[in-house]
C-alpha cells in the first residue's frame, strides 16, 4: 500500500509564507510525478501544482504561479510545497497526491483529479486576512 502523509499546515498572516510537506511511503514513489490540489469550503478541489518524476519540470494554476513552489527531495521521499505571498482566499485544505504508475505524467501536464490515485489526508492552511 501506498501512504502519503501532509504535514506543515498552519494559520498564517495576509502576505505570509508557509511551507507544506509531503512524506511518502515507499521508494518507488520516487519515480511518479506528484501534484498538489487543494479544496477550500464550499469549493471543489482544484489542482495548484506537480512535479515530474524526477524534479525536471514543475506547472502550476494560474492562481498560485509566481508565489507557490513545488520541489521535491527524492533521497527523502518526500515532496514540498512552498507558500508566499499567501492571500485569504488560499485558505483550504491542500492534499497531496500520487499517480497509479511510475513515469505516467511524464509527457503531458497531470492537472485533473482523475489523473491521481493515492492522496494524503490534507492538512489544513488558513491565512487571515
Known amino acids: 500500500q501506498v501512504q502519503l502523509v501532509e504535514t506543515g499546515g498552519g494559520l498564517v498572516n495576509d502576505g505570509g509564507s508557509l511551507t507544506l510537506s509531503c512524506a511518502t511511503s515507499?521508494?518507488?514513489?520516487?519515480?511518479?510525478?506528484m501534484g498538489w490540489f487543494r479544496q477550500a469550503s464550499g469549493r471543489e478541489r482544484e489542482f495548484v501544482g506537480a512535479?515530474?518524476?524526477?524534479?525536471?519540470?514543475?506547472y502550476y494554476a494560474d492562481s498560485v504561479k509566481g508565489r507557490f513552489t513545488v520541489s521535491r527531495d527524492n533521497a527523502k521521499n518526500t515532496v514540498y510545497l512552498q507558500m508566499h505571498s499567501l492571500k485569504p482566499e488560499d485558505t483550504a485544505i491542500y492534499y497531496c497526491?500520487?499517480?497509479?504508475?511510475?513515469?505516467?505524467?511524464?509527457?503531458?501536464?497531470?492537472?485533473?483529479?482523475?489523473?491521481?490515485?493515492?492522496w494524503g489526508q490534507g492538512t489544513q492552511v488558513t491565512v487571515s486576512a
Open positions: 497526491a500520487g499517480p497509479e504508475m511510475a513515469y505516467y505524467c511524464s509527457v503531458i501536464e497531470c492537472r485533473k483529479i482523475g489523473d491521481y490515485t493515492y
Open positions: 515507499r521508494r518507488s514513489i520516487n519515480l511518479h510525478a
Open positions: 512535479i515530474s518524476w524526477d524534479g525536471a519540470t514543475t
